[in-house]
């Protein structure tokens, strides 16, 4: 991709990333809201196989479409969300790294998923959702960075029963949350039928709390839930452990 390519595909206030993965590059505005360590340990965590037809819930702009379609360029993916200058940026870039065969972006409810994609629709279900709960006093809670970080727009058992309709039976859930609000998640993907199945804490360092937690989830899938190992992002020397560098296709 050329200089004027790049600067051709941007409008004012944009930014071209370059997200070091087979030279794909994802368009972001920072007035709205630009993608975190969160969403990278969630593609990193979602496993799919060939042919794959996988739904991206909340899904912003378009992040991890890019990230699993890296990893997996076998599959297809479509993005739901609400947010029509986020599905804007995730469509053009998409565009940009001619991938509109294999990603796609819809504007839309979570709450409508089942009415936009039907039943049983995808293989896989991602979604790296907000992560409060609606409070009162935002300012504007209906902007994009309130609605990513607060469940103004849509709950998680809004966003669990979005993945149970659209997800085929012994379908895949993955999910990052916060751990403060675990026994609410697993409560409500029980509801669903969407059954744990693995689960990973992240933890900035080793001795401090966790402050993501990664799960997996199976549609009509047996009680068994295996604790994987933690995931350290930092070092006591404050750079990142080897695991995150590979996560990020770096070297140490």
């Not at 809670?141 to 309130?146: R, V």
């Not at 659209?166 to 039928?193: D, N, Q, T, W």
Request: charged letters at 25%.
């Amino acid at each position: 991709m050329t200089p004027e390519q790049k600067a051709e595909a941007l409008l004012p206030g944009e930014r071209l990333d370059d997200l070091q993965r087979g030279g794909l590059y994802i368009i972001q505005d920072p007035a709205l809201f630009c993608f975190g360590m969160d969403a990278v340990l969630l593609s990193d965590f979602a496993a799919c196989r060939e042919g794959d037809r996988v739904l991206d819930l909340c899904s912003g702009n378009g992040i991890i479409p890019l990230l699993l379609y890296a990893r997996y360029p076998g599959i297809t993916v479509t993005g739901l969300e609400l947010n029509e200058k986020s599905t804007s940026l995730a469509s053009r870039s998409f565009r940009l790294n001619s991938l509109e065969d294999k990603l796609s972006m819809v504007t839309g409810d979570v709450r409508e998923a089942s009415r936009l994609f039907g039943h049983a629709s995808f293989h896989v279900v991602t979604a790296n959702p907000p992560y409060m709960k609606a409070a009162g006093g935002l300012k504007n809670p209906d902007s994009a960075k309130a609605m990513a970080r607060h469940e103004t727009a849509c709950s998680f058992d809004d966003v669990c029963a979005a993945a149970a309709h659209c997800l085929k039976s012994s379908g895949r859930f993955y999910l990052v949350h916060r751990p403060s609000r675990l026994p609410e998640l697993i409560v409500a993907m029980k509801e669903h039928h969407l059954e744990p199945k693995r689960m990973r804490m992240v933890h900035p360092c080793a001795d401090k709390a966790a402050n993501l937690v990664l799960i997996e989830a199976v549609k009509g899938g047996g009680e068994e839930l295996k604790l994987l190992p933690p995931l350290i992002v930092y070092k006591e020397d404050g750079s990142y452990t080897d695991e995150i560098y590979r996560i990020y296709g770096a070297e140490s």
